[in-house]
Nanobody
């Protein structure tokens, strides 16, 4: 059984920062793609950031560029999302995702990823 476990969500004021963590349990994701998505109430799931281990490529959604940073932990199957200058519109449930394959074709698409965490709530107050 593969599980992705997110942590680090919470309530923060606008302009503040949070760091989300995602740990994979059950298998290693060396050279696999891992990503963060989010879903705000009443909206579709939105791509936030992705890391492709095989070549080190990093991708960000337009709404978070310059504010969020995705990084890899020292453990092969850990990924972080450092969020700064948070805005009320960043309020959402944030999901970690992992690709079963090392061949990542569409790193910004939710359909690329087979494994998903349960989500962690991030609430930004104005």
């Amino acid at each position: 059984q593969v599980h992705l476990v997110e942590s680090g969500g919470g309530l923060v004021q606008a302009g503040g920062s949070l760091r989300l963590s995602c740990a994979a349990v059950g298998r290693a994701f060396s050279n696999h793609g891992m990503a963060w998505f989010r879903r705000a109430p009443g909206k579709e799931r939105e791509f936030v950031a992705a890391f492709r281990w095989s070549d080190g490529s990093i991708y960000y959604g337009d709404s978070v560029k310059g504010r969020f940073i995705i990084s890899r932990g020292s453990a092969q199957s850990t990924v972080y999302l450092q969020m700064t200058n948070l805005k009320p519109e960043d309020t959402a449930v944030y999901y970690c995702a992992a690709d079963k394959s090392t061949v990542v074709i569409r790193p910004t698409s939710e359909y690329e990823y087979e494994y998903w965490g349960q989500g962690t709530q991030v609430t930004v107050s104005s």
